[in-house]
């Protein structure tokens, strides 16, 4: 069993906790991203995208006018299986060991990033899963931006296309400011580098250097780094090269690794 001081914001599962806040167990890819934290919510009352939003907001994880306009804009009910509550603050399963992550999370992420998803900008978005947070980044930079999402699972690739389809960025899919690919998102994507923003939704044993490579000088990378649980750090690049590192909390998120290695025990 592992104990954890309330004091610390831990990540996981809430149905992984027994009623002492304790972890009962660490396996399974659901124990991605969900803070140890009584001001989030687990059941399953919340009945719409836009009441999701405004329970960010309560709880001050949702910060910004325009966070609140993107998640409130891109329906999570179009990229949860539909067998899900989708407006649970939980990560989901989505199939082939990864995970879909809770909406707090992907706020948190929205809210580090915003200063560097403005109109016109680029960003990547690694191992983009159902496409959710890809979307989410198209409508910050709009149309005259550029937004990249890589996800080594080609199905995965393929069902976010058509869950993107469903939601407010289509039209960014569409006219090509938008796009998803099949590749290692641990090399990045450097034809549209580099980038202004970049997001990993997997935990990397050490911050990959094709990232830091294309992420843009004034950029800004979010990653969780580390094994079981792992720091999400914050990297900025500043506008002469040099790059800085901080902790923003810590999390529990699925590997970023190989194709192969994710699938072995699917």
């Known amino acids: 069993m592992h104990s954890f001081d309330y004091d610390i914001r831990w990540h996981t599962c809430p149905s992984e906790l027994d009623g002492r806040g304790q972890l009962s167990s660490l396996n399974g890819p659901a124990s991605e991203a969900v803070e140890l934290d009584k001001r989030f919510w687990t059941g399953s009352g919340i009945g719409t995208n836009k009441d999701m939003v405004e329970k960010l907001q309560t709880y001050g994880v949702v910060r910004s006018k325009k966070v609140s306009e993107v998640m409130e ?150 990653i969780p780094v580390g094994n079981i649980f792992q720091d999400l750090k914050v990297v900025d690049k500043d506008s002469d090269g040099s790059v800085s590192i901080h902790d923003e909390t810590s999390v529990r998120y699925v590997p970023l690794t190989s194709r192969e290695a994710q699938l072995r025990d699917n």
């Open 73 to 222: 804009n891109i329906d999570r009910a179009f990229f949860v299986p539909d067998d899900v509550p989708p407006y649970v603050d939980t990560p989901v399963p989505i199939g082939y060991n990864a995970t879909i992550s809770a909406p707090h999370m992907h706020a948190t992420c929205l809210q580090l990033l915003e200063k560097h998803l403005q109109p016109g900008m680029r960003a990547l978005d690694v191992g983009s899963g159902t496409g959710y947070l890809t979307a989410c980044f198209a409508l910050m930079v709009g149309p005259e931006g550029r937004v990249v999402g890589v996800e080594h699972i080609p199905e995965l690739v393929a069902s976010s296309m058509e869950n993107i389809k469903k939601s407010a960025a289509a039209p960014l899919l569409k006219e090509g400011s938008l796009s998803l690919h099949v590749g290692d998102g641990r090399q990045g994507w450097a034809e549209c580098a580099p980038y202004d923003a970049i997001h990993v939704g997997a935990a990397a044993t050490e911050i990959p250097p094709a990232l830091i490579d294309q992420l843009k000088p004034g950029g800004r990378m979010v």
